[in-house]
């Protein structure tokens, strides 16, 4: 049973104060006691611990979901090391789903206040983003077995990820797709530095994903041409795979004259074999460091909603087809695998009056009447 006793003090300057402390004993025989300003809120607390406790549920554990996070890769890891069925492919995915996707919004969260609230508000946000629907089930089953490591820590009672269904149909990794607005890209170039700048600009304009551009090397770079050889990637790792022997893995992607000029003049005098945006260092960018410590502040600094990376992409893509590319140049432009893809994911920005507008030149052309 949790009681509530009032406590007054005096303080150095014979102030009377007062506060109400919450005393209760957990399932395993431990005291705790908590301190409330007001005796409301110490009711409050009271009623739920008292429910928890009764319920078996209670958890003393301050662990924060980057904790949880941290302990469960470490355990992929050391399964990983003693080849006990953990792929290190899996485990790059992995972590770099829940760094990437999971970290920044819960990470401070502690664990026994994190909700199935807040993952369904997790879930809402990335496919607002555009994160597509079979992306966002790989994030929430990651999270999911994360939760249910910290469960098997007595570190959380239950599992709040467990359950939150993602809604969409076995094709909606093709889902349509929703860009981000001119405003708000152009309100985050604005607030970023002139070298985040360029890298905003070049992704939202290539749609290049993050690996191919954290690939891309000067050599790749024609300036003569005014286009970009994709042909590479690069993980969080370093490891760069070749995408050459794949038909939608290489393409020439055109830039524009002020792309063009803008990236000549960021080049100097780099090397072909140096990269086009490295690390503070001169290796390759880690995409979960850059999406941490500088696109993220950069959003923020310009007062945006949080976009994933990957919505740049879109707004490439979505501008291409705006602008009157026909859908098969598109799908070869943005690398994807099939045309169907493609149009599944941005026909749908067309004008609707976009067909009977086309018969209406056409006819103009044709023998009257017809």
């Known amino acids: ?23 209760f004993t957990d399932r395993q025989g431990k005291r705790h006691k908590e301190q409330f300003a007001k005796k409301r809120e110490a009711d409050a607390k009271r009623i739920e611990v008292e429910g928890l406790i009764k319920g078996g549920a209670y958890r003393d554990s301050k662990n924060t979901v980057a904790e949880a996070i941290e302990a469960y890769v470490d355990h992929l890891r050391e399964r990983n090391a003693k080849g006990h ?9 992995t972590k770099a789903q829940l760094d990437t996707y999971v970290l920044p919004r819960l990470g401070d969260v502690q664990l026994t206040d994190l909700t199935k609230g807040d993952v369904a508000h997790l879930r809402d946000v990335l496919q607002k983003q555009g994160v597509s629907v079979l992306t966002v089930r790989k994030i929430l089953a990651s999270l999911s077995r994360t ?24 094709d909606d990794d093709d889902g349509k797709v929703v860009p981000p607005s001119r405003e708000s890209l152009a309100a985050i170039i604005e607030a970023a530095s002139p070298d ?19 690939a891309l090397r000067w050599g790749d770079v024609d300036f003569k041409r005014k286009e970009v050889r994709v042909g590479r990637t690069v ?14 893995g290489r393409r020439a992607v055109p830039l524009s004259d002020a792309l063009a000029a803008a990236l000549k003049a960021h080049r100097g005098d780099a090397v072909d074999d140096a990269y086009v945006f490295p690390s503070t260092t001169g290796g390759f960018t880690r995409h979960t460091n850059f ?18 990376w990957h919505a740049l992409r879109h707004f490439a893509i979505s501008t291409w087809v705006l602008g009157g590319i026909n859908m098969k140049a598109v799908q070869t432009l943005a690398g994807h695998a099939s045309f169907q893809m493609t149009a599944d994911r941005y026909s ?12 209406n030149r056409i006819a103009e052309g044709l023998p009257s009447g017809a």
């Open 85 to 93: 069925r953990v792929a290190t492919g899996y485990l790059r995915n």
């Open 147 to 170: 939760l249910k490591h910290a469960a098997e820590k007595n570190w959380i009672a239950t599992n709040p990820a467990s359950g939150i269904r993602v809604t969409g149909g076995q």
């Open 291 to 308: 999406i941490k410590r500088t696109w993220n502040p950069a959003m923020d600094a310009a007062g945006v909603d949080r976009l994933g």
């Open 196 to 214: 985040v700048a360029l890298r905003i600009r070049f992704a939202s304009a290539t749609g290049l994903r993050a690996s191919e551009q954290w």
């Open 235 to 248: 993980d969080i790792y370093g490891i760069v795979k070749d995408t050459t022997k794949s038909k939608a």
């Open 348 to 359: 749908h920005l067309l004008p609707e009056d976009a067909p009977h507008a086309a018969i």
């Open 1 to 23: 049973m949790a009681t509530i006793t009032k406590r007054a003090w005096k303080t150095s300057k014979g102030e009377v104060r007062e506060a109400w402390v919450l005393a």
